[in-house]
Antibody
């Protein structure tokens, strides 16, 4: 079955850009939509945005000005960039596959990676 | 985006049934069939339990069921087991400019 794995720096300085990659294995990134979701420590889930393998994107309006999601089909990966980060961006970041045709339905998830924003 | 409203906590004894609510507005939960529910154990990634209001993915026990009435979706866990103790989150579609809005989460305790 499909497996997802997040990777990237665990510590980012305030005002800098957070960058993460989600690697997809045991399945192709094509023909699906893929998403990023985050969870601040001890708090609830927040949808960040999604990307289709063709490059179509949609972002949470509250993060749209700072977020970019891109896809590299040749590497079976998609990525997340969040600019001008603050302590409020400290969270576990998950990547997930979207079950197409059912709106915000995430059928496969990565294990998550903690990103801390601190100087 | 306004978060969907869930009770912070719920509880029940083994074997009992518990229902967790998820209240939105007419332009999300009340207008679309795209409500899904996730179970999250501490330190683990969320797991899809219900999608499209009431459908169960393969492998999810039929003790878990979903429903909706007006602007409120509900997740019912019947025959509670100790392993059901976890956080539960709902999410709904609310149009392309409000694509994915999560509820605040409910901590289910099995007494």
């Amino acid at each position: 079955q499909v497996q997802l794995q997040e990777s990237g720096p665990g510590l980012v300085k305030p005002s800098e850009t957070l960058s993460l990659i989600c690697s997809v294995s045991s399945g192709s990134i094509t023909n699906y939509y893929w998403s990023w979701i985050r969870q601040p420590p001890g708090k609830g889930l927040e949808w960040i945005g999604y990307i289709h393998y063709t490059g179509t994107t949609n972002y949470n309006p509250s993060l749209r000005s700072r977020v970019t999601i891109s896809v590299d089909t040749s590497k079976n990966q998609f990525s997340l960039k969040v600019s001008s980060v603050t302590a409020a961006d400290t969270a576990v970041y998950y990547c997930a596959r979207i079950l197409e045709g059912y709106g915000p339905t995430f059928d496969y998830w990565g294990q998550g990676t903690l990103v801390t924003v601190s100087s | 985006q306004s978060a969907l409203t869930q009770p912070p906590s719920a509880s029940g004894s083994p074997g009992q049934s518990v229902t967790i609510s998820c209240t939105g507005i007419s332009s999300d939960v009340g207008d679309y069939n795209y409500v899904s529910w996730y179970q999250q154990h501490p330190g683990k990634a969320p797991k899809l339990m219900i999608y499209e209001v009431s459908k169960r993915p393969s492998g999810v026990p039929d003790r878990f069921s979903g429903s909706r009435s007006g602007n409120t979706a509900s997740l019912t866990v019947a025959g509670l087991l100790a392993e059901d103790e976890a956080d539960y989150y709902c999410i709904s579609f609310g149009g392309m400019n409000n694509w994915g809005v999560f509820g605040g989460g409910t901590k289910l305790t099995v007494l």
